[in-house]
Structures are given as structure tokens and as C-alpha cells.
């Protein structure tokens, strides 16, 4: 049996009926309540009841913290609206509307460095939130219901260059993630048109992140351009398929590559990237690190299991960082990285051109330390604006700012 309403098994259906009166104490919470919304969760999770529950909960938490039931009024930033790729248009033959994402036009560099990782995962909520009002749309005009859609991925010009960089990947995982947690079992079929040589390890990274039954819904076309342009015929009316894949849809410019109907491949203009700054907030501090040298911000931990938190960015120039962890014996006594314990390893990082921020859970009580690291610079000292917080595991779940008082800064030698 589908799963779905009307071909259900007596398991099926017993699960079903588990799942309701489950969450039974927020069903007023939800955005929808009948039996088509909980099996979306449920055969996301192969009818594990416990698991559609935890997945049902988990999503009442992000509608509040990405604030669903306002994002369809946000206006995302101009850089995101008119460089991030990503376009409905059309219909299948069956009726499921359908996502045109050019990936490999994406210009991922100018977006991570022109936008926040935040705006560009709310946008991807918001399209999910756009794609459920089409789902209303076309079962009123259909008369019949429309609940999945069907999204298009171009990987024209996709390249480990252009694409595979850290910031970017880690936008891109991440919306992935919320998108599987908060839109379960919305998409009919994924196709992938242009398969690239590195459309294996594009796959790779973000497959762990996909369940297994979306997995089964992506379909690479590969092939000459006309055996891909039937398969899209075979799919979608040609009247409605761009005629750059096929079809004999053209905009009303006339623009037969469709470009200004789903993006062009323009890069994002320097113009538009972010200059690095750091939150207004009164405990905020800043401190230059020489060249040649290196700087200790130090946070006394007295609890187990605290996490702890820290944003900067630095002026004109990049600088490396790594977390440390110290005893408490050792606390404002100066040492060379190599005598401490490494629990976040050093890296380079662009905080002149992006905030950088990261959190580890402090295992053991002692004293952590964010290290920025000059020791590779000959000629240029670094001014570093930073951040600290610290959130105490309690009962009451206390959570402790540190600014100026609580993170203190030494330099210390080249190391």
C-alpha cells in the first residue's frame, strides 16, 4: 500500500490513528490537522510512529524559531532576490507545480559572501511555504488533491572551483537539513538535468542528509541534450516546458535561454559583498593581534556539559583560529598552543569578508581558550572584534554572557 489517504494497510492505518492521538496536545499548534498532513510525517518515517512524532514536535519548534507564519511577508535581501538560483514555473502533466533550480549558475561564492547563512536558509523555508500555498491553489483549480511537486536541477557549469567551498557547502547542507525536517514528503520526483562529472561527490555530501525515501525520488537524465529534452517532454507539456530544455515556452522578452524566467549566471557584483561586522552588543570588545603573534581569549568553565559560543570578524585582512582547553591551574598563565589540548583544530579563515562564528560543548570543567592566530603574517597586524557566551548547563538553564570582564586577551609568541 502507498501510504496514502484511501490506500492504507490495517498497520498502515493503526499507526495513523497512534500518530494523532499522540500529538493530540498540539494539534491546535499545527498548520493543518487531516489525515493527508500526519501521513506526510509518516511515511517520511516508514510509519515509525515514535519517529513521526519526534519529527512532528521538532518542526513545531522551527515554525516558531524561522517564525513561519510570518516568513511569506519577508522580503528577502536584493542580492538574494535577484542572484540566488531557484524559480517555480509551470506544471507537470499531472499537475504538480514544478522548481527550477540552476545550480550550476549559482555564483555560491558572491552569495555566502553577499548574505547571511541565516537569509539564505529562510529562503529556502520560504519557498517550502510557497509550495504548500501552489499545493491549495491547484487542488481548487484541479478539484482533485496536489500535494507534491517536482523540482529540476540544472547542473550546468557546477565545478569543485566554483562550488565546493566550505561556507558555501555548509549553507547548502543546512538547507537541506531544514528543508527534509519541515517539508517531509512534498516532493513527487527529483530530476537532475546537465549531470556533471562531480555530480557524485556533490550527491555524496549532502545523500547522509536526505532520508531514504527522497533518496529513491532523485533521477539524474544523463545523455545528449535532446534525450534529456524528451524526458522533460514526456514530464511537462511543451507549451509550459522553457524552450531552452525543449519546450516552446519564451518569456515575453523573448529570451529563448529563459534567463530572465529562471535566473542568469551573472556573478554576485563585489559591490554587494558584505563588509564583516560584528552584532551591536555592549559586551563586544576588539583587539589587535601583531604580526608575527597570536592572541588568548580565555573562559573559565565550572560546569560540565556548558556550551560554549563565539562570533568575530576581523578588519581588512583573514586570520586563523582554534579552541583550546587548559586546566584550571593554568588559567592566565601563557602558553604556546602546542601545551594545550586541541579541541577545535586551526583553520583560516575570510572573517574580514563574513562573520565567523562556531560553538563547542564543553565537556569537562577548566579553562577553554579562542586563540586567533597572526604567526603567518610578516607585515600585517589583525584588529579582531569578538564575541563570547556561554551557556551553563542547570537546571534553570542560566545562560552567562561574557564580554569584556570574562574573556580576557594576552598575546603570546609565534608558535
Not at 490495517?10 to 490537522?33: G, N
Request: net charge negative; glycine share 6%.
Amino acid at each position: 500500500m502507498s501510504g496514502h489517504v484511501g490506500d492504507l494497510n490495517p498497520k498502515q492505518s493503526a499507526a495513523l490513528d497512534k500518530l494523532k492521538e499522540k500529538v493530540a496536545d498540539i494539534t491546535d499548534q499545527l498548520e493543518e490537522s487531516d489525515d493527508y498532513f500526519f501521513l506526510r510525517w509518516l511515511r517520511a518515517r516508514n510509519f515509525d510512529v515514535e519517529k513521526a512524532e519526534k519529527l512532528l514536535r521538532d518542526h513545531l519548534v522551527s515554525r516558531k524559531t524561522w517564525r513561519m507564519d510570518e516568513l511569506l511577508a519577508w522580503e528577502p535581501p536584493t542580492v538574494l532576490q535577484k542572484y540566488l538560483t531557484g524559480r517555480f514555473h509551470g506544471h507537470t502533466r499531472e499537475g504538480h507545480p514544478i522548481f527550477w533550480e540552476r545550480t550550476g549558475r549559482l555564483d555560491l561564492k558572491g552569495i555566502v559572501r553577499s548574505a547571511t547563512q541565516e537569509d539564505i536558509v529562510r529562503c529556502c523555508v520560504k519557498d517550502g511555504l510557497r509550495m504548500l500555498e501552489k499545493f491549495k491553489s491547484q487542488t481548487e483549480k484541479l478539484g482533485r488533491r496536489i500535494d507534491t511537486c517536482v523540482i529540476i536541477y540544472d547542473l550546468e557549469g557546477l565545478s569543485i572551483q566554483k562550488h565546493f567551498i566550505p561556507k558555501g557547502v555548509k549553507a547548502i547542507i543546512e538547507m537541506v537539513k531544514v528543508f527534509e525536517e519541515n517539508f517531509p514528503e512534498i516532493l513527487e520526483m527529483v530530476y537532475i538535468v546537465n549531470v556533471p562529472g562531480v555530480f557524485d561527490l556533490a550527491y555524496n555530501i549532502v545523500k547522509p542528509f536526505l532520508n531514504d525515501v527522497t533518496r529513491k525520488k532523485v533521477v539524474p537524465i544523463s545523455g545528449a541534450p535532446q534525450v534529456c529534452h524528451e524526458r522533460l517532454r514526456e514530464l511537462i507539456e511543451p507549451s509550459e516546458l522553457p524552450a531552452c530544455y525543449g519546450g516552446t515556452f519564451v518569456p515575453e522578452d523573448g529570451d529563448v535561454s529563459c534567463d530572465s524566467l529562471l535566473v542568469s549566471s551573472a556573478l554576485v557584483p563585489r559591490a554587494m559583498y558584505m563588509s564583516a561586522k560584528v552584532p551591536v552588543d555592549e559586551d563586544s570588545e576588539t583587539l589587535t593581534v601583531a604580526r608575527r603573534s597570536s592572541a588568548q581569549l580565555e573562559i573559565a568553565v565550572t560546569k560540565p556539559n556548558c556550551k560554549l559560543w563565539w562570533g568575530f570578524a576581523s578588519e581588512q585582512y583573514d586570520i586563523a583560529y582554534s579552541v583550546l582547553f587548559k586546566p584550571e591551574q593554568q588559567a592566565g598563565v601563557k602558553q604556546h598552543a602546542a601545551q594545550m589540548e586541541e579541541i577545535v583544530p586551526s583553520k583560516r579563515v575570510d572573517s574580514h569578508q563574513n562573520f565567523e562564528e562556531g560553538s563547542t560543548t564543553c565537556a569537562k570543567m577548566g579553562v577553554y581558550v579562542v586563540r586567533f592566530d597572526n604567526t603567518y603574517s610578516w607585515t600585517k597586524s589583525k584588529v579582531v572584534h569578538y564575541l563570547t557566551r556561554l551557556e551553563v548547563a542547570s537546571d534553570e538553564q542560566e545562560e552567562a554572557e561574557l564580554g569584556a570582564a570574562a574573556a580576557s586577551a594576552c598575546a603570546d609568541d609565534a608558535s
